[in-house]
């Protein structure tokens, strides 16, 4: 947490460099079918109060029972972060009165957590990797939701979300800039899809940050901080720092002093605001749940979940730069999202890996984002993609018309193979009929000629004619052959 | 009382499964014998159509010869029980229209087992209270009078009507919650016998919470015996609640009448606390010498750390409690009492929706857990209670079976003649009993006799983990020397 300042990092301020130190709270929705202590569902899009059990309306007489499939997503997701999984951990209570908290209490994890120390792996833009340290991941209820657009001077109460598991995931203060806040939720994000123990949806609020921001000059102690509540994009996670940290500078370079408090994002002024001051803030009187017993495994119940985790992003990554021979940044891009690296590899087996990464990477994952589309409902299938790959490097189309080629498989569907037959896409490689148009265009353009012989670049320019007279259709490197033959070069 | 509602639950089986009558002969005669006692104020709600459609259903099942372990017995229920369509209140006036929507482990095992609901018995407000004179719906009156004397007395708490209704015949057996002595201390007051089991041993599920860690439902009945059929029905292990715990029920009632010869009985001398009554310290010398006429040995044990046991207990259980009433705050169901903004409504529901010793509770609760007292107080009363629990654990280490003590340091005492001025007063009542509560083990009080007064004075047996049955023999070598003990009805 005292590492050296990164100099690029640094934000300059009137006065000299500031250093910005963020501390992230990450709370993830588990993936579960039910909450963390009921029955009840925990889908997403229910009818108000539809999905709430005798336990989640906290209805008199009614006790909490832990839901070990929660417990389990919480174990797999610490040995996702590389870190120590405490074999005893303890429920606590967390008391506040709110018309969404139906028992007057938060069931939570305050001193004893079900996750301890961890690590993640940040690679930022630039190309750096930076390692993240996790304090600690604990379980807690989710909240409901009041609402208070339905009546004219009444709020309403929604309970499906109260009581579903949450993951609070708190990171050390490690993060120094906006990019490294982004990243390393990006990362965490991709950690939490592959294991499946979040579906990282922040849109509907399963992924969100509490963002915790400090300035200090670099190398002093850490100043003072502000908690930034709630936010729900990635891109507001930038923001959100970005506006604290110049605040928080333009104060104390005006000789004032930052107080501590809990401040909310705008996200369509792009700033911060206060929301309660520290004075203000709730003394929560923690204590342990009597109702719940401390929750207690062995490691042999750690190990069996750890023997069935999935190859996580770090290590795919490893394996495609060694494996397949791919840069680190096509390998970082590939894994962020399982499904895209489960593509590729689809696309990849039996072919040119390089290649495959090259038309996943800039091709379908561009068309992708251009219409916001994701990687699963691909209307190209990794089957589709391979066999246009199958015939670029059989020599049936170009590169060319492989890029139509798949424009028509993206709009019309189909098999790739059938449609360069069908709509007579072949590549021409008779050679015959190549000369014939290379000596059309030879003999039309004497002073080109001229200009190649002493210029042998120009040669692009003969490529490209021949390659449009032919409709494209024409073997690229027959057609360079000849040229070259005929030009003397 | 008449020949119906004398009966112990025992004869009560006997009769039925004889046919000599009825199970709706027999919830007759106990819906008769309550519109007649209605002045002790023991039931807040009389369910007479369910008790006349569980009694009919009880005929039906005995006349197919399906009936089964507690088939027709009328009983009363502590208002603390969730009973489902039947209003339940904990005696609040902020529960006080609350109709649960499900019925409570407890009381569903014993409709289960064919038992028949005569109604809700009043109770201190939430269970607080040692003299059932915090309920919202008043206080009852004890069964019991002083002799010579027509003082109204208490039935002690906070199980008090319970306690009441079977001391005075408007019930066969009844349910209680014991969470610092609340089934033990009205038990003796009433002459009957009550049974706080092991922390576990029965379901909290659906049971009103005041102190989750220390919360434990038990029967009350006329005899001993009448007390182990009773358990048996109420215990066993819940999935709902995963503080019971999953070990067969025994069957209680084979231990009546099992020889204690031989047993270790201790008696703690940190129990003889200065100022004891003369009469309270000649009823536990004969309690041990029946015991010992009975085989028993009896030691001497100590259990050091007795006197810290009641300052702890509350800080303990006014902290749970304080957390576990938080959700009665008008926002859902029970009362609410509108308010200028949210606050307000938080503030005039609470306000108005407890008396005034919940409210204390909950404040006392909420200091003890509040920020830089929550060391001192609570974490200290937690270290507190580990040592007790030490004590128990040293004690029967060293081969003792069970430990006997008062139940009370007194007899019933009048309504209205303790604690106004100083709850502390009120609170020593659970002096002997919140001990087991602490240590999580099961007690049981049984008469022993009567005071100078004519009032009956209870002994109380604690029992090692899960061992009820020991209680249960012994009690019964004290029930048979010292009898039973049945007011004379002035109502």
Redesign the interface.
Known sequence: MNAPARNTRLIKGADGDWEVVIGMEVHAQVTSKSKLFSGASTEFGGAPNSHVS?VD??????????NEECVKQAIRTGLGLNARINLKSVFD?K?Y?Y?DL????QISQYKSPIVGEGEVIVDLPDGESVTIGIERVHLEQDAGKSLHDQHPSM?F?DLNRSGVALMEIVSKPDLRSPDDAKAYVSKLRSILRYLGTCDGNMEEGSLRADVNVSVRKPGAPLGTRCEIKNVNSIRFIGQAIEYEARRQIDILEDGGRIDQETRLFDPGKGETRSMRSKEEAH?Y???PD????PLEFDQAYVDALKAHLPELPDEKKTRFISGFGLTPYDAGVLVGERETADFFEAVAKGRDAKIAANWVINELAGRLNKEGRDIASSPVSADQLGTILDLIGEGTISGKIAKDLFEIVWAEGGDPRAIVESRGMKQVTDLGAIEKVVDEILAGNPDKVADAKSNPKAIGWFVGQVMKSSGGKANPQAVNDLLKAKLGL | MTELTSLTIADARDGLTTKRFSASELAEAHLAAMEKARVLNAYVLETPDVARAMACESDRRIAAGKAGPLEGIPVAIKDM??TKDVR?T?CSHI?DT?V???E?TVTAQLWRDGAVLLGKTNNDEFAMGSSNETSFFGPVTSPWRRQGANTPLVPGGSSGGSAAAVAAGICLGATGTDTGGSIRQPAAFAGIVGVKPTYGRCS??????F???LDQAGPFARSVRDAAILLRSMAGHD?????SIDQPVPDYEAAIGKSVKGMKIGIPKEYRVGGMAAEIETLWAQGADWLKKAGADIVEVSLPHTRYALPAYYIVAP??A??N???Y?G???GLRENGRD??DM?ERTRASGFGAEVRRRIMIG?YV???GY?DAY?LRAQKVRTLIKKDFEDCFDKGVNAILTPATPSAAFGIGEKGGADPVEMYLNDVFTVTVNMAGLPGISVPGGLSSEGLPLGLQLIGRPFDEETLFSLGEVIEQAAGRFTPQAWW
């Not at chain 1, 309306?57 to 832990?66: E, F, R």
């Not at chain 2, 909290?204 to 919470?209: D, E, L, S, V």
């Not at chain 2, 999935?239 to 503080?243: E, H, I, L, R």
């Open positions: 005798l309306a906290a209805m008199p007489g009614m006790l909490p029972v832990i209570r008391n009165f018309p139906p028992q007057g209490y709020s109460v003394d009187r923690y204590f009597p109702d719940l017993l | 029980f969730c339940t904990a529960l609350f649960p929507a499900y409570s909290r599920w659906g049971t009103i919470a102190a989750s860690s999935a709902k609640d995963t503080t902290a749970e304080s957390s009433l938080a959700r705050d926002v859902r169901y949210i606050t938080y909420t857990l509040s920020a929550y609570y």
